[in-house]
Structure formats: structure tokens, C-alpha cells
């Protein structure tokens, strides 16, 4: 096939794709705030250094309320209540040689040759161990950090520098991913300077330090490794295992499909010493299983191939936590994410099952047949699964096998079988994910936390969809947390302080895991939220506490219907009338922004001396758009009551009442004259508009209620999609299409 070929293949392909996803277009938030909003009205709090970018590792410490930070040359211990008060810094460059030797390799000395801070773990009660890349030296060190709360310590020992080599990369471009247990550190990454022989490396501790089998593509296929957990297997901790999960090269892959990455999790045991005689100084309980985030579609799946970060979420069995995964996709004709959820179960299963299996070069992988050895290769040497009491015991031929058989046949699925949520089309990135599970009036959450490459965080809750274990993703929140957009590089939660703390390359943030005010000031407003940090108290909407038992408190996280919860609410306040003004043969544009963003919007109209009421529909001179409703040549019989109401679950509430009066041309050139004529008054009301009104509206005064005038011109152009989405949630409309919402009168033309 010819390039011109694949090329009018690919709109066809898209199509496709869209159809399988059942996505045209992105899935908005409820709601949308942008950092200005963040920071003038919902506590959203930043932390930089001067001359310092890369602020990639986080580690929160809810015993000593700080948190730790480490970017370019720097370590930083910052207060978890507020990140930008209290902060201690530490200078930590890499010495000027190890600058000098950098340049020389050919790397760039003023963004390559520093000590860019990869790793941060919790080593004791009083130290912690950072690691960075020491300007392509890897290099940790321990750090003192105290135990008292009311002095804060950051203080690091020059002279007692670890060799970072298997611990932190050397590029600041690859992705340390690593867990500290007891005292031992296991982490992937790459072992050398030229970043060819990357490596699972156990180091520190009593034991011996292990490493996979080197330059093996079967094991290790230049993966790119994402997170490293401890995940425990049974009562024995001779079972606990490190499971691994990376991106890669798949070696399983047909020739005729070119290189495809896949996504990854890999298994070890903690108590792994090597072999005997072969696999010595190596892992002989490695094994690894393809990991699948796709939507089944009756044409194939639509694959979300490339792994970007897995959140642990522990759960009261401490060997069964979910694992959420984030995914991207390496398609290069549409742009899409998507979030995975994982059991432990299905994990586990997957490393009891078939082996996959090569004969040569020619042949395809198919599932092994053969006589597996006994103890079953990626078994952990303890007295529940068998009488080996160390690998050094295993046979040669469990040796041989596991040398040549790391990969399993079967692969990893999601609950449910495709993605908790996914965005398609939406112009970013997923890049990093945190979950919290939370505890509601009917159940208990997930809420997770997406940080994407547009420098924003999406909230989405995980709501049961049918019988479990079947879910959704609903997309409550947007916030735009980085003015300059950098893209997320890592987050930490402390559930303890309802914080989240987000990094980029420019700086760190913080911002509260809950907005319950920002969801409106009525009870159906709150309950259509579903935000399980949120309840209607009988007044306003507030944090929600099980703990506190109240008369009035109405919240409905699964299905969201206010209805029955808010039957009988009258906290809404009544919808003042707002007046707007325009002339014959002109045009009028009537504002109805409703606060979610996925609420639908209807019109009503009532005629001027009718009782009745009748729904507007879109027709030559009449059009509904986003931010409100344009009337295209007025007539006299356009005059009348409007009344906007935002549409959402089933649940209508009216959210604008507008009076509409459409003024003859002598009436508006006699509005003119008057404002000219109007004397300078300044400050009060302008008392000369009650002359006016007294024309269109007898015994009518200035009132509280806004007014607003539209003169006659050519049909308004309604806004336009880049408009939309500069001016949503933001209220800076253009003075032609915005209404004045205030008790100020005014009149335009």
C-alpha cells in the first residue's frame, strides 16, 4: 500500500474508531475552573524556586505534616496546610567536575548537567533517601528531616553519598520508578550512561543485589518503567512479591505490524537470592504479563497502548488493593486516554497461567504445552507453596525454564472489560492519577484524581453502573491548577488533610480535594453534583461527614436525582426579572450560562398580557446557543417574559427570568436623546430612566433589575467554538452578547 493510499485510508479509520469508542466528541466537566478562579476563590496555592524548574518528586508526610519536594538541585520541605508558608530548602548541585565531565559527553550544561532530584522515600523515623542524577553521576544521599513536629529539619550529609547507579537514572529525561521495603530498594531503571541496558535492581539492604538478565530482549525490551509496589501475597511474608509495571517493545509482536509497545506488569519476590549455578546475581522469579486497556469493537479493540502512571489503592485486605492505571495511545489519527482498573486476583491469575512460547525465528508465540518443572517458575521459596527454602535450592531446570520463559501467555484484562473512563479528542493527555476512596450517605467512593499535559486535573468519580463489578467514570471537575499549562508530572493526596498536591516542571500546587460551594446555592444544584465530599445541609452545600448525623442532609451519589431529596426546598433564591431592551427589525441576544456544564438548556416564552406559557424551539430568526438565546429581527410581538431553565438527569430548575421589551424606532431615538441629555451624576441610580420606562412599562421605576438595550444592526453571529471555550465558566463575554447581571441599570446601543 502507497502513501496516498494509507492516507485516504486514515479519515475512514477515524470514523471507525470514533464509532467503537461511542465518543464524537469529548466528555465536558460539570464543572470548569480556571486558575484564576482557582486561585481568587478556592484556596489554590503554588510553591517555586527561583532559577529552578522540574519539580518531579513528592513524598507527603502526614506523621510530620510536611511535604517533600525535589526538583533541579534542590530539596525542599514544605507544610502541608500550606505549601507556600513554612517551606525549608536545601541546596543540592552536583559538584562542578561531574558538570564539567557531562559537557564533555556531549550533554548540554545548562539543562542537562545538574542534579535533577528523581526519588524520594521514607527511610526511618528520622531520615529520608533522596536520589537524583547528579548531573549524569547517579548519586542519593539520606537526608535528616527530624521527628519534631514544631521544628522542622532539612539537612543533608555530603559526606556520606550513596552511588546512585540502579537507583536513579542519568538522563533527567527517563522516569525513576522505584519502592523502598524495609531497607532494601527495588527500581527500574537504566544502568548505564548510554541508557541501553535498563534493569529491575534490588539494592541496599542485607542481601545481595539483584538485577535482571542483561541485553535479554525477552525479559526486558527498552521498557520505560511507571510505579514499583509491594503488594503482599498471603500471611507468609516469605510470599510477598514487588510487582512492576513498565511499557515496552513487545518481542511477541508479528514483524508485518512493525514495533508496538505494550504495557506491562512484572512480578518478583522479595526473598529472590539468584541461582546457584545460572541466573547467579540474578532474578530467578521474574515473570511478566501484558497489561490491556482496550474497548472492544466489533471491527477489533481500539488499544490504549502506552502505560503513564498506577495509583495503589489499598483496601482493608491489604493483599487485594485496585490498581487504577492511566493510558494513552500511540496512534498517530486520534488523540485519546483512558483509565484501567485492575484486581489483584486477575493479576495473580494471570502468572498462574500459560507460559507463551517461541520455537525459532519463523515461528509465532503460541501457549507453552510442554511439562512445566516443579517448583513452578515465579513461585516464592516458602513453606506454603512448597519445602525450597531459597532459589539457590531451586533445579536447574526451574533455572533454565525461567530464563527462558519471562513472559506469560495470557494477559491482564480490566474490571468490567474496557476503560472506567476515557477521553477522546479533548486536546490532552493523561499523564498521572490518584484515587481516594470516600465515604458517602449510600456507599463508598472512589474519587479519582487525572493530572493531564495541559497543566489541568479532571475529578472523576467511579459510579456503579449495573451490577458490580461493572463501573463509569464521571467527569465532575476541570481545574486548570498551572497558569502556564505545564504538563502534570506528579501527585500525592493526603486524605488525612483533604489536599492534593500537583507538580510540573514550573512549579508545585495545592488545592483542596473538595469545592462544595462552588456547586451552587440550591439543594438540587448539590445533589446533581454527585460529589461524594458534598451534601445539601439544609442551608448550603457543605463538606459531608458520616460521622454527623443531620436532620436535613440530602446527597445522592449514585443516581443524582434531586427530586425526592429536594421536594419541598425552597433555599433557592427567587429569580429576579431582568429587563433587556431592543428595537424592531433588530437583534436581542438573552444570556442563560447554567452553572454545569452538562446541564441542557430550555426556553419558555410568555407573551406580554398572557398567562400561558410556550417553549421556544430554534427556528429562522430564533437560535439557541451555548451561552444564551439570539432573536434575529424583532418584532413588537417578541415582547414578553423568557424564562431559561438549566435541564440535567431529568431535573429542570429555572435559572434566569428575562422581560423582553421591543421598542418602535421613535421610542429608541427618544431613549437617546435622554441619555444625552442625562446630567452628570456621580454616584446613584439614574433617576431619568424612569421617564423612560414609564413608555413600555406604566408605574414602572429604576428598580433593582438590569437593563440593557440593543439597537438595530445585521443578524448577531453567535459565538464561536474558540469563544465558547475562553469565556465558559469564566463570565468575560463580549459586551455585545452579555446582559448585565447586577442590580446596576444601563442601557446600550
Known sequence: MGRAEAAAMIPGLALLWAATLGEAAPNPPRLRLSFQELQAGHGLRTFRLERTCCYEALLVDEERGRLFVGAENHLASLSLDNISKRAKKLAWPAPVEWREECNWAGKDIGTECMNFVKLLHAYNRTHLLACGTGAFHPTCAFVEVGHRLEEPMLRLHLR????????????????????????????????????????????LGQRPSLRTEPHDSRWLNEPKFVKVFWIPESENPDDDKIYFFFRESAVEAAQALGRLTVSRVGQICRNDVGGQRSLVNKWTTFLKARLVCSVPGVEGDTHFDLLQDVFMLSSRDRRAPLLYAVFSTSSGIFQGSAV??????????????????KEGPTHQWVSYQGRVPYPRPGMCPS???????????????????ARNHPLMYNSVLP??????????????????ISADRVAAADGHYDVLFIGTDAGTVLKVISVPKGSRPSAEGLLLEELHVFEDSAA?????????????????RSAVAQIALHRCAAHGRACAECCLARDPYCAWDGAACTRFQPSVKRRFRRQDVRNGDPSTLCSGESSRPALLEQKVFGVEGGSAFLECEPRSLQARVEWSFQPAGDAAHTQVLAEERIEHTVRGLLL??????????????????????????????????????????????????????????????????PGGGGGTSSLRMCRPQPALRPPTSESRRKGRNRRTHSPELRSERGPRSAARW
Open 488 to 504: 502534570v508530572t506528579s501527585m500525592q493526596i493526603s486524605s488525612k488533610r483533604h489536599q492534593l498536591y500537583v507538580a510540573s
Open 340 to 357: 484501567c482498573v485492575y484486581n489483584m486476583n486477575d493479576v495473580r491469575r494471570a502468572f498462574l497461567g500459560p507460559f507463551a512460547h
Open 415 to 432: 474490571m468490567g472489560g474496557r476503560p472506567l473512563f476515557l477521553q477522546v479528542g479533548a486536546g490532552y493527555t493523561f499523564t498521572q
Open 160 to 203: 556520606k553519598l550513596e552511588d546512585g547507579k540502579g537507583k536513579s537514572p542519568y538522563d533527567p529525561s527517563h522516569r525513576a520508578a522505584s519502592v523502598l521495603v524495609g531497607e532494601e530498594l527495588y527500581s527500574g531503571v537504566a544502568a548505564d550512561l548510554m541508557g541501553r541496558d535498563f534493569t529491575i535492581f534490588r539494592s
Open 383 to 401: 513453606k506454603t507453596f512448597g519445602t525450597f527454602s531459597s532459589t539457590k535450592d531451586f533445579p536447574d531446570d526451574v533455572i533454565q525454564f
Open 632 to 697: 434575529r429581527g424583532l418584532r413588537r410581538q417578541d415582547s414578553g417574559i423568557y424564562l431559561c431553565a438549566a435541564v440535567e438527569q431529568g431535573f429542570s430548575q429555572p435559572t434566569r427570568r428575562l422581560a423582553l421589551y421591543v421598542l418602535s424606532a421613535a421610542q429608541a431615538e427618544r431613549l437617546a436623546r435622554a441619555e444625552v441629555a442625562a446630567p452628570a451624576v456621580p454616584a446613584g441610580p439614574k433617576l431619568w430612566y424612569r421617564d423612560f420606562l414609564q413608555l413600555v412599562e
